[in-house]
Nanobody
């Protein structure tokens, strides 16, 4: 069974940092481009960042560019999101999934709350 388990979220002050992790199991993690997604209250889920299979190419939503860094460790089947200079608008539940997300792959997500 495929599992994607997000962790690392929490409550952080404006301008703070968090590092999110997504541990994958049940599929060939290294075969897939991966993405971080987030969903804020009352809003639709959006793509935050993406990374190619070997990590050589990354892309970011304009809203997080320069502040967030996506990375992966295929040996550990783990996806990371380093989040710096956090802003209140970053408050959301963060999820990982494949580039073309599989409905059954969505996990619980991890809550990120940025306060002043």
């Amino acid at each position: 069974q495929v599992q994607l388990v997000e962790s690392g979220g929490g409550l952080v002050q404006f301008g703070g940092s968090l590092r999110l992790s997504c541990t994958a199991s049940g599929f060939a993690f290294s075969w897939f481009n991966m993405r971080w997604y987030r969903q804020a209250p009352g809003k639709e889920r959006e793509v935050v960042a993406g990374i190619s299979r070997q990590g050589g190419q990354t892309n970011y939503a304009d809203s997080v560019k320069g502040r967030f860094t996506i990375s992966r460790d295929n040996a550990k089947s783990t996806l990371y999101l380093q989040m710096n200079d956090l802003k209140p608008e970053d408050t959301a539940v963060y999820y990982c999934n494949t580039e073309i997300p599989r409905q059954s792959y969505w996990g619980q997500g991890t809550q990120v709350t940025v306060s002043s």
